[in-house]
């Protein structure tokens, strides 16, 4: 277990974006968030008390996570002197990271010395089976989308909250290092080998009570041409009995790809639809979860009206808004 609270390390994160696992840790436990730690240059700001190592140690912080993603594949020399600064004020390390802590020596080696711990959340601990595709009892819905990081995320676990206060049985399903930040478990979905990652969400979401829902966390998308293959399972090993669309209006292309441009939900649902089908044919699209952080509450407001009527299904923002429509949409099947 990574003990808590935590100390968000930013590093020099060249956007808000690329620090979403801070965000995210931020935004669904508040409780665990204590601090930030930004370097020179850092475009991301959690709005959190600015620490030292020291100075969270001395504050009570137990870890520091790594919340941003790094660029080049290697944890930098500057980075790396951060990270020796936090063990040796006597914080533990955790990251979600390709780009292991236990493969950089100099953290190991000061990490055994002084008897600090480095946890790489990004390492699958369980002998995944493959997937057979056979039926499994309880309801799952997935959460698709248009792009990476448009608010898979977030759409499940505020989906997972306003079903438990309507008294339903619901259960987030963690499948990135964010998601297994926030809940303690789960499955790094994106370092699973291959042939295994349909069986590791099958494994992610076993039989259950009929009336039990699990909200699988969903990751890239079916239209990305880096990322689809990690959704593609998601939906063979989850075989979801409803999908919910997710989208961010605001975006100009694919992320990371200006080549590419975003496809119409009207897209996204057949497509969805035509894969889930394979092994639910049964599946039903319940819903659009839109991130409207670009938009004002007014352009917000217009836009989730003119989608809702388009495409005949609730469209809300669940994180300004609450998943209260989404969770009644999942109790009437």
């Known amino acids: 277990m990574i003990d808590v609270p935590y100390l968000l390390f930013l590093g020099d994160a060249p956007d808000p974006l690329a620090a979403k696992v801070a965000q995210g840790i931020r935004d669904w436990r508040p409780a665990y968030a204590k601090g930030q730690l930004r370097m020179p240059g850092c475009k991301a700001d959690m709005r959190l008390p600015d620490m030292t190592p020291a100075e969270a140690a001395a504050a009570g912080v137990r870890t520091m996570v790594i ?16 990270l020796k600064e936090a063990l040796e004020a006597g914080l533990d390390l955790a990251s979600g990271l390709h780009n292991l802590l236990r493969d950089e020596p100099e953290l190991v080696a000061l990490a055994a010395k002084l008897g600090r711990r480095l946890h790489d959340v990004r390492v699958p601990s369980v002998p995944y089976p493959i997937a057979n595709g056979e039926r ?3 309801k799952r819905c997935l959460a698709i989308g248009t792009d990476c990081s448009v608010g898979k995320m977030y759409t499940a ?17 963690a499948t990135g290092q964010t998601g297994i930040l926030i809940t303690g478990e ?18 992610l979401t076993p039989d259950n009570d009929p009336d039990h829902w699990d909200l699988i966390e969903g990751q890239g998308s079916l239209f990305h041409p880096s990322y689809s293959g990690v959704t593609l399972a998601l ?14 209006p605001t975006r100009t ?51 989730l009206a003119e989608v809702e009527q388009r495409m005949g ?6 994180f300004a808004d609450g998943a209260e429509r989404l969770a009644e949409a999942l109790d009437a099947l």
């Open 67 to 82: 919340g941003v993603a790094n660029r080049g594949g290697k944890i930098s020399r500057e980075w790396l002197e951060v």
């Open 136 to 138: 499994r009892s309880g």
């Open 157 to 173: 676990l505020a989906m997972e909250q306003a079903m438990r206060k309507r008294g339903m049985k619901a259960s987030f399903r």
């Open 186 to 203: 789960g499955v790094p979905l994106d370092a699973v080998i291959a042939d295994f990652m349909a069986g590791s969400v099958e494994w």
């Open 235 to 248: 939906i063979h090993g989850g075989q979801p009995d409803a999908l919910v669309l997710c989208h961010e």
């Open 253 to 303: 292309h694919m992320r990371g790809l200006p080549g590419y441009s975003l496809p119409s939900l009207e897209e996204l649902r057949d497509l969805g639809l035509q894969m889930a089908r394979i092994v639910n044919p049964d599946v039903r699209v319940v819903g659009i979860s839109v991130n409207t952080s670009g938009m004002s509450r007014d352009e917000a407001q217009r836009y």
């Open 313 to 318: 299904l609730p469209a809300v923002d669940p």
